[in-house]
């Protein structure tokens, strides 16, 4: 593979939801030729002014500097899988998180696939090497994992499998980067990698705060989003700590890793979230946000990282 967006190539997005319809705006923006396949054709339909909105939601926020019509003009919406992949330098997959359709989407993009193409896998949790064992072409697949929305978070995981060919992670990263993505590369595989498994750890201390009433939802919420989110929206957890102390981080694990430990070592067993639990913290959600309302307070989440991120560009 030799993928860069000032040559441009032929991508493929398979899966067209909310992540694969992110996917195909982060790649038109910088250049690419983009076919889009998704097996439902309610999602075909649809996707045209979904990709509408939010690129002009992009432009709006100044994080497109062409307009939307010149960027969706380069994606191209396709009905079998076969015509999405068949000419793609690079395959990206988003389909539905369900391990077995993964195997089974794999197989069909390892079988329509060209010769010289890569295939990254937007899986949240699964190891590529769970589902990418058995295929033909399994040294060119890898995870390849954004965080959503992709076309305004740019974090990208990129996880190869045991049998990955080691250039195509220095190419991936190369390529993410020369896209508008900032790429962090894992050493090895891990379930989850590394961004679910720290949001993990926070949800789960996040649920047993909940379940044992020392706050409400609520607050919990607030504690992130007031307090800890506005340092981490520049920084994270290791530089958040070495400026947490005079003389940085050897001297905070000096006066906190033993509150830390302590604090870890009252969480022994780890347990399902409880469905009682779970059922209280949907009431409370429910009753501040009904469903109906989920699509436009997803549009405010975007619309304030747009915001978030354009300023944060204005002070490099």
């Known amino acids: 593979m030799n993928i860069m967006p000032e040559n441009s190539k032929n991508i493929a997005i398979v899966g067209a939801g909310l992540v694969g319809a992110g996917w195909a705006m982060v790649f038109a923006r910088a250049g690419q030729q983009v076919k ?140 993410m980067q020369a896209v508008g993505q900032v790429p962090v590369v894992l050493n090895k595989e891990i379930d989850g990698f590394i961004l679910n498994r720290l949001q993990g750890a926070l949800l789960d201390e996040a649920w047993k705060l909940f379940e044992e009433g020392y706050a409400s939802a609520a607050d919990i919420d607030a504690t992130v989003s007031e307090g800890l989110g506005l340092r981490w929206a520049f920084m994270g957890p290791f530089e958040t700590i070495d400026l947490n102390a005079p003389l940085g981080i050897e001297d905070y694990a000096q006066r906190f890793s033993g509150m830390y430990q302590r604090l870890a070592s009252l969480r022994h067993e780890t347990a399902a979230w409880s469905k009682e639990t779970i059922d209280r913290a949907t009431a409370e959600c429910r009753s501040a946000l009904p469903v109906a309302a989920l699509t436009a307070r997803r549009q405010w989440r975007d619309e304030r990282l747009m915001a978030l991120i354009a300023h944060k560009k204005q002070q490099v």
């Open 36 to 175: 889009v396949y998704d097996a439902s054709e309610t999602i075909r339909r649809g996707l045209p002014e979904h990709l509408g909105t939010s690129l002009e939601a992009l432009h709006r926020h100044g994080l497109v500097t062409e307009t939307p019509a010149a960027i969706t003009a380069r994606i191209q919406i396709v009905e079998t899988l076969p015509q999405a992949v068949a000419d793609a330098d690079y395959i990206q997959e988003s389909v539905f998180e369900q391990l077995e359709l993964k195997k089974a989407i794999s197989a069909e993009i390892d079988q329509a696939m060209a010769p010289q193409a890569v295939v990254g896998s937007s899986t949240s949790g699964f190891s590529g090497s769970s589902f990418m064992a058995d295929l033909t072409r399994r040294t060119q697949f890898l995870v390849v994992h954004p965080v959503n929305p992709p076309q305004v978070i740019p974090v990208v995981e990129i996880v190869p499998t045991p049998w990955t060919k080691p250039q195509i992670v220095d190419e991936m990263r190369s390529f």
